[in-house]
DNA sequence: ACGAATGATTACGT
DNA sequence: ACGTAATCATTCGT
């Protein structure tokens, strides 16, 4: 469609005369035609200096009109409405469309300059997965919370295990529902905002020309806004996350000490399985759970997790293998208890099944792990020792451990074995290799760094 | 204050 | 995933 026709028809509706012609285009012109080839052998002339006042009257007309369709995104909403309406039904409005429609397919075609670079931040995906990691952003960690609900259940009322694992997860909660609902409110936000400025723009496109690609373009920039507030709060939600972190890690690494009993109740399972101090999985719950029973929860002993009783392990085993000599009282002093254990408990089977049928040797086990595997204790220790220093040893302690170990005895199961001497279970340490060998390949290359039994057969130091 | 003991963490291997 | 070995950081005993 040409410009001239285009104004004819403006002017054909007005009824104007040529001279409005030009000074409309003039007035065209000004807002930003100059040099636009518009007139097609229809010579602009110059204006007649005679039809002024009514011909300036109209000039003012159009401006402003064009003036009002400038400024009517700073009007109040009503009042651009109300305009917008007068507008829209004005007799020009249709030419005036046309005509701005070829002025911006002129001056338009610029508008191609920032083309979305969508190669995604690398910033912004290291925080998503940062926040991925740390449980902040992703599934609902159910699994998390279940588990720890049925470790709760499992432990039959006593207090969860890890009140610091706890809180950290419960300020992590925090967070990550913080995260959530502020997510949710920008993409919400994000939505509304959207839709409103397209609506907007759709509903201008009826006084000005708005292409789809520019409502799109338009969208893309809102979409960029947003997603930068989004960064901003990604990041602080990292931060926080950091933080929290942080400050747990200095919590643990300010570690306490194990209460005596929760030591007590690890060496005794350590030594009298000296052969394969590896608890299972089960094993060593069982042993947290004794811990953190045993141990007065008011106290301010450490508690020990499962991980604590893995790291406890851990640590025990790589230095009793490091140093033999330095733990040997030790494994005395625990291989006395635990036949104090056995003894008890023996006396007690004794008395059971005296009082009932003799044929319920572990009737009385209350699920416990075979704590004392004493038999496997006796013989390490002579071995290690070189001659019988037990019975000695046991008479030494026995009135002293017995009130320590009351509550040992009466969790203790399978001391049947310590009974009928299950002489199955090899008696060893470590092998030749410097590690545990298997319980089933008996073994007499128990090498303690010192010298057998040259220290501590001595029993009633 | 000092060193030993000790719980936790890390690097690495399997 | 779990174990070992080395190491760190704190606590404990002197």
Redesign the pocket.
Known sequence: MSFSICVAQCTDSLAATMDDQARIMQSIGGVSLAGHSVQGGMALPPPHGHDGTDGDGRKQDIGDILHQIMTITDQSLDEAQAKKHGLNCHRMKPALFSVLCEIKEKTGLSIRGAQEEDPPDPQLMRLDNMLLAEGVAGPEKGGGSAAAAAAAAASGGAADNSIEHSDYRAKLTQIRQIYHTELEKYEQACNEFTTHVMNLLREQSRTRPISPKEIERMVGIIHRKFSSIQMQLKQSTCEAVMILRSRF??A???????SKQA?EILNEYFYSHLSNP?PS?EAKEELAKKCSITVSQVGKD?M??L??V???F??K???Y?KNIG?FQEEANLYAAKTAVNAAHAAAAAVQNSQANSPTTPNSGSSGSFNLPNSGDMFLSMQSLNGDSYQGAQVGANVQSQVDTLRHVISQTAGYNDALGGNTMYSPHGLNAN???QDATTPSSVISPTEGPGSVHSDTSN
Do not use: A, V
């Open positions: 890690l200095d643990r690494r300010k570690r306490r000490n194990f030591t590896y999985e450490l020990p997790t991980q604590s893995s790291n406890w851990g640590n085993r790589i230095r293998k330095k410097g590690g545990w």
